[in-house]
């Protein structure tokens, strides 16, 4: 652990990742599934579903940030992945209604257990806004769903690209008003830290050994020198005097 | 008054308009260059100061609606206005720190005093969205200090331009993940709403017959046959059963 509450100071928005950081998608989206294979009579591995749908996510948005393909928002690509997991999975019986449902599980992702009441306490001290890729409505959804109170839905969709591009990390800071140095990157991801640092943010690492299941192996510790590394978001609260 | 909550069952999302509708700038502007004149020993027309202010800021729009400015936020719109007239109002000695302050006034906007509980009991039941021509970082500063809780702060600076163009409640209905009929527009004034209606949102009036003084002569009255028309944001939760 680095860094102390006094260095922080001049601190004034904490812009946090979503998917693993702030919401367990890999728990919701096993959760959701389980209670439709209990519905249909189904068996389906869940737990299986759910990490080959996250595996599809990061190769979805390649050709966004490469160039190739204008910006869409994650609703299309959960949905392209989606269809072509179907049947692999024994749900292509699905209509189009319940595709349509399912597909939007990702914007009722609960919160790690932390999640609401750390940041209730870091809003009396900071601004808190998402810097995800998820766009403007999953957030605002999620939000209601999950008690996660956000002054602003950020990141993504301001841009019209997704991280780790530069532009996404420009636009959430020029729009909240702040100096890089002014704002602070919230995420349990090096890789999202590293391209935070880079635009002049502020880091916190939080811990979340369990977001990709029992087994994880990425993300277990911080790689970097981050200015704060968190066990969870109360204790992020706590190091930074909230 | 028109309309009833039955056939308001589909409205998922209350867009707002903020400066007049949700907040009172003029008495906040008011409120602030008595407090400076006091602390100088000055002795200005507060009211007149904050009536020529905002008289220059639909003009300052203008050139961004019509193409011949690119989207400058209100920020900067402000500052212009402020620069020219601080001579004319006796405030030359401002220095450079004092200005920028001052102009965040519109950062410090207090709300009506129906706003913050008509907002909290409208949020049971609806998303509740800024659709204003103030940026992400004056709407989410003002929230912080009138209590307000926004979902989501939107409007001008999504779709870089200014209202009443099309594309600022197109940018917002988008990003909210609804259907224009699946949104309302909440307005004191009745420009506002025609302009919101044309995109096929749903309408409330509200009145705010002292938003620019005690002798207002616009929008005393519903001019449109609006879906809503209410006295201030309490009328408003009742009417939509709230």
Redesign the interface.
């Known amino acids: 652990m680095t860094g102390s509450p006094e260095s922080m100071d001049t601190v004034k928005a904490l812009c946090f990742d979503v998917f693993g950081t702030v919401v367990d998608w890999r728990g919701s989206v096993i959760r959701e599934c389980e209670t439709l294979c209990t519905a249909r009579g189904l068996e389906i591995d869940c737990a299986g579903f759910a990490d080959a749908w996250r595996a599809g996510y990061q190769p979805a948005m390649t050709p966004v940030r490469e160039g190739g393909r204008a910006y869409v928002h994650l609703?299309i690509l959960h949905r392209e992945i989606l269809d072509e997991l179907l049947p692999r999975f024994g749900l292509s019986g699905l209509n189009e209604d319940e595709r349509d449902h399912f597909n939007r599980v990702w914007h009722r992702l609960d919160g790690w257990p932390d999640a609401r009441e750390g940041m209730r306490r870091l809003r009396q001290r900071f601004?808190l806004a998402a810097l995800s890729n998820g766009?403007?409505?999953?957030i605002?959804?999620m939000?209601?769903h999950a008690g996660l109170p956000w002054?602003?839905?950020?990141g993504a969709?301001?841009a019209r690209q997704y991280k780790p591009r530069a532009e996404v990390y420009d636009t959430t800071i020029r729009?909240?008003?702040?100096a890089p140095r002014e704002t602070m990157m919230v995420a349990a991801h090096n890789d999202d830290l590293r391209a935070a640092r880079a635009r002049g943010m502020r880091t916190a690492f939080v811990s979340r050994p369990t977001e990709y299941g029992p087994e994880q192996v990425s993300d277990l510790a911080p790689d970097g020198d981050w200015d704060i590394v968190a066990g969870d978001f109360l204790d992020l609260a706590g190091r930074l005097g909230c």
């Open positions: 609703d601004l766009h403007v409505a999953l605002v959804n939000a209601r002054d602003a839905p950020l969709e301001m729009m909240l008003g702040l």
